[in-house]
């Protein structure tokens, strides 16, 4: 498995600021991965990271809004920029194990409230 | 479109009893198909994977089968203890015509369950 923490767990933020949420991993991945769950909703894949190279982004989401950093293999970074309030959310990083069959280990997340 | 849906939304059972929660998908092209626990406020634990050439996974009163020509997948809960409950999610990542996100897991909406003393 993998052990991955988040920083912060939650932030309270006001309408046009930005917030970084950093993701530390125990071990060395290839990909790590941003995922939103907005309330009372199921996760959405925000965008893959890959170290060394730019992030992959889904269908909705851009690299103006959700910046992401990769420096090395076990940390990234997600910047949610020029926030409102429909960005209030759980952002969870998680990464998967190819030798265990690709299974994914999630993060605890970071509770975004945006006032 | 490849979609996960989960039916009940929402479970409440007293304790001891044996369940099922249900997972359907729309694709038969998967890859894999994961089952997750979350408990309020806090992120995903990983339960079990079911690779697409495997039928099950079991991990102690937890069992979960897939079924690729239908499109579903059970997770059979045995014995049921208030202290499982939580929101369970499945996921599935699935190939892809242009090739396959091995990290694109696609979630369905998740069941409340609720065990009751």
């Known amino acids: 498995s993998a052990v991955i923490s988040q920083k912060p767990s939650r932030d309270i933020c006001q309408r046009g600021t930005s917030l970084t949420i950093q993701c530390q991993v125990d071990?060395?991945?290839?990909?790590m991965f941003w995922y939103r769950q907005q309330p009372g909703q199921s996760l959405t894949l925000i965008a893959t990271a890959n170290q060394g190279s730019e992030a992959t982004y889904e269908s909705g989401f851009v690299i103006d809004k959700f910046p992401i950093s990769r420096p090395n293999l076990t940390f990234s970074t997600l910047t949610v920029s020029n926030m409102s309030p429909e960005d209030s959310s759980i952002y969870l990083c998680s990464v998967d194990k190819q030798g265990n069959g690709y299974e994914q280990y999630f993060g605890p997340g970071t509770r975004l409230t945006v006032t | 479109k490849q979609e996960v849906t989960q039916i009940p939304a929402a479970l409440s059972v007293p304790e001891g009893e044996n369940l099922v929660l249900n997972c359907s998908f729309t694709d038969s092209a998967i890859y894999n198909l994961q089952w997750f626990r979350q408990d309020p406020g806090k992120g995903l634990t990983s339960l079990l994977l079911?690779?697409?050439?495997?039928r099950e996974q079991t991990s102690g009163r937890l069992n979960a089968s897939l079924d690729k020509s239908s499109g579903r997948s059970t997770l059979y809960i045995a014995a049921s203890q208030p202290g499982d409950s939580a929101t369970y999610l499945c996921?599935?990542?699935?190939f892809g015509a242009g090739g396959t996100s091995y990290g694109k897991l696609t979630f369905g909406q998740g069941t409340i369950l609720t065990v009751h003393p």
């Open positions: 071990s060395q991945v290839t990909m």
């Open positions: 079911i690779q697409s050439s495997q």
């Open positions: 996921a599935a990542i699935f």
